[in-house]
């Protein structure tokens, strides 16, 4: 539990010190090439989904893709973190980009600004800690899409 605490406040400081922007950092850049082009967020009836991605052609690949349980998401500001953040956001990326993320252990995500019926304006970010000891840090600034179905 302090483990957890210590990885949430290292978060939080993180966020505060460096202000709004689209962001991926973290030891897992050691084994994975992390570079985007864009930011996009999806709000659908299930969820939320935050992607970075580059565009390949006429293909696009997903760097990092958060996804968030509709369930949980509040209007304004939502935090989720430790079995919170375990059981109901996930992490992924484009198969065609090689080696997927390490298994999640911890983690914690939040956004703000997010208004459930229209297009917003949101913020936010998301650190992550992997078994094998890595770690993601993402941060995010970026006008939501809306959509009806899943």
């Not at 052609?57 to 919170?84: E, H, N, Y």
């Amino acid at each position: 539990m302090v483990e957890r605490a210590r990885f949430g406040m290292v978060f939080v400081v993180s966020l505060l010190s460096c202000g709004p922007g689209n962001r991926l950092s973290g030891r897992v850049t050691e084994i994975l090439d992390l570079n985007f082009e864009s930011v996009r967020a999806v709000l659908q009836p299930g969820g939320l989904r935050i992607e970075y991605i580059t565009l390949n052609g006429s293909r696009v690949s997903k760097t990092c893709r958060v996804a968030v349980d509709g369930r949980v998401l509040q209007a304004d500001q939502t935090i989720l973190g430790g079995d919170d953040f375990l059981d109901f956001v996930t992490l992924n990326r484009s198969v065609e980009l090689g080696e997927a993320f390490p298994r999640v252990i911890d983690g914690i995500f939040e956004v703000e600004g997010l208004d459930l019926t229209a297009p917003s304006d949101i913020t936010g970010g998301f650190a992550v800690e992997f078994e094998d000891g890595r770690s993601l840090l993402g941060e995010f600034a970026t006008r939501t899409l809306l959509l009806d179905g899943e």
